[in-house]
C-alpha cells in the first residue's frame, strides 16, 4: 500500500505542477488507495481528514471490494457463456436462462 501511494504522488506530481502555473492555486495529491481486498495503508485516516465531507472507511472498503467482484463476475461470464445453453444452475441453488443472465453481462 505505500508503494501504491508513492506512486500516486509521483503520477500526479507533473499535473499538480501544471495546475498550480496555469490556476496560479496551491494543490496537493491526495492518495486514498485502498486495495482489491478492501485493505488500507495505516495513513489513509489521515489523507481522509484533508478532504472535506464525512468518509467511512468501511463503506469504501465494501465499495472497493464489489468492484472487485463485480469484474471478476464479469470476466467468468465473458468466458464461459459461450459454453452455456439452456439454464445455468448457481451455487446458490437456484436455476436461471442464460437469457436472464444476458442482461448482466454487457
Request: aromatic share 8%; no cysteine.
Amino acid at each position: 500500500m505505500i508503494k501504491n501511494e508513492a506512486e500516486n504522488f509521483l503520477k500526479y506530481k507533473d499535473l499538480i505542477i501544471e495546475i498550480q502555473r496555469m490556476w496560479n492555486v496551491k494543490a496537493k495529491v491526495i492518495p486514498v488507495t485502498i486495495g482489491a481486498t478492501g485493505t488500507i495503508s495505516k495513513s489513509l485516516r489521515q489523507y481522509l481528514s484533508n478532504i472535506p465531507g464525512r468518509h467511512e472507511i468501511k463503506a469504501l472498503q465494501k465499495i472497493a471490494i464489489l468492484g472487485t467482484a463485480l469484474i471478476l463476475w464479469k470476466v467468468m461470464m465473458q468466458r464461459y457463456r459461450t459454453y452455456f445453453t439452456g439454464k445455468i444452475t448457481l451455487h446458490v441453488a437456484q436455476t436461471v436462462t442464460t437469457e436472464q443472465l444476458q442482461q448482466y453481462i454487457p
